[in-house]
């Protein structure tokens, strides 16, 4: 279907372009910014007077406990394409495994998903699992989600095998030995509070390891869900030294720090945990510079798994819907533009996964497009949230930002409000 979308402000980071302009839609794909394309006939028209139209976002960390929920979630929250990690139920090991979970999100026709397959089989951090074949099967990197591998000889075979083949390697830098009697962040919070903490060099070790063995093999290496000042200023370093790293950050790891745990609210328990104030400056520095991309870290949870005591609380939070938002939050108090707002859930993260036809509205990129209004407030409610996961620190808060509509391949997959359609 041809479809023009009138009257909206553009904001495509990746060509640094913010200015009231028409998009044009043909056939899945961008056809034209600005001037009519030659022989173009819309037919759907979309008033989007008020509302920034801009690329799709990209969701570099995302959990789909269960899987309709949360992808209704996903398109939502304008989040057009998001990648699962491999430690769910059951196990993203095995070819049969990744194809199935392709061909039911492909069925339900909402968001992109793009599964990780296990580095390891049964991600017991031991035997390597069959990459090829989970390649083939559609696995875009392999990780290890939440599952340390212990043996370092073990992660270096798994280096060498994956940067023979050309494949990337994701992997959660943190130290099991310093981080698993830990809930908190290692400093005056969790002392207080009587909490055992984790400290920073659980995290800065295993980026130490992590690196070092990177650049002997010269795998690429995506490292997920940074949480500290030192942990980005290592990665920084690397790239600048020439290693084929990336990484991404939380967005709650922007907003929010370990002062958040008030008394006890199991609803700022994360992993990793809520650092200083200070990581959290100098992780959002880390971001806007480029860096390090953005995730929700999205952790569906019944409320079950909340109702605990701090430490008996199994971390996380839901972000899908709030992505948006909270970047925009992020955005605004930190001075930042809508430009730097969303490269960081688009341009750089689909730079991170090799994908020239995602996060931007070139002519030719996918007709993933999402149209919000950066103004609306709206109340954060279990009530409303469409993921299965209600489990959230900002419940009951209101946020500025809110998707109107999202596009995917020229198809509209959530509309709040239908938006003003100027003719059906």
Same mark, same amino acid.
Not at 58 to 80: N, Q
Not at 102 to 112: I, N, P, T, V
């Given at each position: 279907?041809?479809? $023009?979308?009138?009257?909206?402000?553009?904001?495509?980071?990746?060509?640094?372009?913010?200015? &009231?302009?028409?998009?044009?839609?043909?056939?899945?794909?961008?056809?034209?910014?600005?001037?009519?394309?030659?022989?173009?006939?819309? *037919?759907?028209?979309?008033?989007?007077?008020?509302?920034?139209?801009? &690329?799709?976002?990209?969701?570099?960390?995302?959990?789909?406990?269960?899987?309709?929920?949360?992808?209704?979630?996903?398109?939502?929250?304008?989040?057009?394409?998001? /990648?699962?990690?491999?430690?769910?139920?059951?196990?993203?090991?095995?070819?049969?495994?990744?194809?199935?979970?392709?061909?039911?999100? !492909?069925?339900?026709?909402?968001?992109?998903?793009? &599964?990780?397959?296990?580095?390891? @089989?049964?991600? #017991?951090?031991?035997?390597?699992?069959?990459?090829?074949?989970?390649?083939?099967?559609?696995?875009?990197?392999?990780?290890?989600?939440?599952?340390?591998?212990?043996?370092?000889?073990?992660?270096?075979?798994?280096?060498?095998?994956? !940067?023979?083949?050309?494949?990337? /390697?994701?992997?959660?830098?943190?130290?099991?030995?310093?981080?698993?009697?830990?809930?908190?962040?290692?400093?005056?919070?969790?002392?207080?509070?009587?909490?055992?903490?984790?400290?920073?060099?659980?995290?800065?070790?295993?980026?130490?390891?992590?690196?070092?063995?990177?650049?002997?093999?010269? /795998?690429?290496?995506?490292?997920?869900?940074?949480?500290?000042?030192?942990?980005?200023?290592?990665?920084?370093?690397? @790239?600048?030294?020439?290693? !084929?790293?990336?990484?991404?950050?939380?967005?709650?790891?922007?907003?929010?720090? *370990?002062?958040?745990?008030?008394?006890?609210?199991?609803?700022?328990?994360?992993?990793?945990? =809520?650092?200083?104030?200070?990581?959290?400056?100098?992780?959002?520095?880390?971001?806007?510079?480029?860096?390090?991309?953005?995730?929700?870290?999205?952790?569906?949870?019944?409320?079950?798994?909340? =109702?605990?005591?701090?430490?008996?609380?199994?971390?996380?939070?839901?972000?899908? *819907?709030?992505?948006?938002?909270?970047?925009?939050?992020?955005?605004?108090?930190?001075?930042?533009?809508?430009?730097?707002?969303?490269?960081?859930?688009?341009?750089?993260?689909?730079?991170?996964?090799?994908?020239?036809?995602?996060?931007?509205?070139?002519?030719? #990129?996918? #007709?993933? $497009?999402?149209?919000?209004?950066?103004?609306?407030?709206?109340?954060?409610?279990?009530?409303?949230?469409?993921?299965?996961?209600?489990?959230?620190?900002?419940?009951?808060?209101?946020?500025?930002?809110?998707? @109107?509509?999202?596009?995917?391949?020229?198809?509209?997959?959530?509309?709040?409000?239908?938006?003003? *359609?100027? @003719?059906?």
């Amino acid at each position: 279907m041809n479809i $023009v979308i009138r009257n909206g402000r553009l904001v495509d980071p990746k060509a640094a372009l913010d200015a &009231p302009l028409n998009l044009y839609l043909a056939e899945g794909r961008v056809a034209g910014i600005g001037r009519v394309p030659e022989g173009f006939v819309a *037919e759907r028209e979309i008033d989007a007077a008020g509302l920034v139209v801009a &690329p799709g976002l990209i969701d570099l960390s995302a959990r789909p406990v269960r899987l309709e929920s949360e992808l209704t979630a996903a398109v939502a929250g304008g989040v057009t394409t998001l /990648v699962c990690p491999p430690d769910l139920d059951p196990i993203l090991d095995e070819p049969e495994l990744i194809e199935r979970l392709r061909r039911e999100s !492909a069925d339900l026709a909402l968001a992109r998903l793009l &599964p990780l397959g296990a580095l390891t @089989q049964g991600l #017991a951090g031991e035997r390597l699992s069959e990459m090829a074949g989970l390649k083939r099967a559609g696995a875009i990197a392999f990780s290890q989600g939440k599952r340390p591998i212990l043996d370092t000889q073990a992660l270096l075979r798994a280096f060498e095998y994956a !940067a023979t083949f050309g494949f990337s /390697v994701w992997l959660q830098p943190q130290d099991y030995y310093l981080s698993r009697s830990g809930f908190a962040h290692d400093g005056e919070v969790s002392a207080r509070l009587g909490l055992a903490g984790i400290p920073v060099s659980a995290e800065t070790v295993a980026i130490a390891t992590t690196l070092t063995l990177a650049a002997d093999t010269r /795998v690429r290496l995506h490292l997920r869900r940074l949480s500290s000042a030192a942990g980005i200023a290592m990665v920084k370093k690397a @790239q600048d030294e020439g290693v !084929a790293v990336t990484c991404d950050v939380g967005i709650h790891h922007l907003l929010l720090s *370990e002062a958040d745990i008030g008394f006890f609210d199991a609803q700022a328990r994360f992993d990793p945990p =809520l650092r200083s104030l200070a990581d959290q400056e100098k992780l959002g520095e880390g971001v806007a510079l480029g860096v390090a991309a953005l995730c929700s870290d999205h952790t569906p949870l019944d409320q079950d798994h909340k =109702l605990k005591a701090f430490g008996e609380a199994s971390p996380g939070a839901t972000g899908l *819907e709030l992505l948006l938002p909270l970047t925009l939050e992020w955005a605004r108090r930190a001075g930042r533009s809508h430009l730097e707002a969303l490269a960081p859930l688009t341009a750089h993260p689909a730079a991170i996964l090799g994908r020239d036809d995602l996060g931007h509205l070139g002519v030719g #990129a996918a #007709a993933d $497009v999402i149209l919000f209004d950066p103004e609306a407030r709206w109340e954060v409610k279990a009530s409303t949230l469409k993921s299965f996961g209600k489990n959230s620190p900002f419940l009951n808060q209101t946020l500025a930002g809110q998707i @109107q509509m999202t596009l995917i391949g020229g198809r509209i997959v959530h509309a709040e409000n239908e938006c003003q *359609e100027l @003719q059906g």
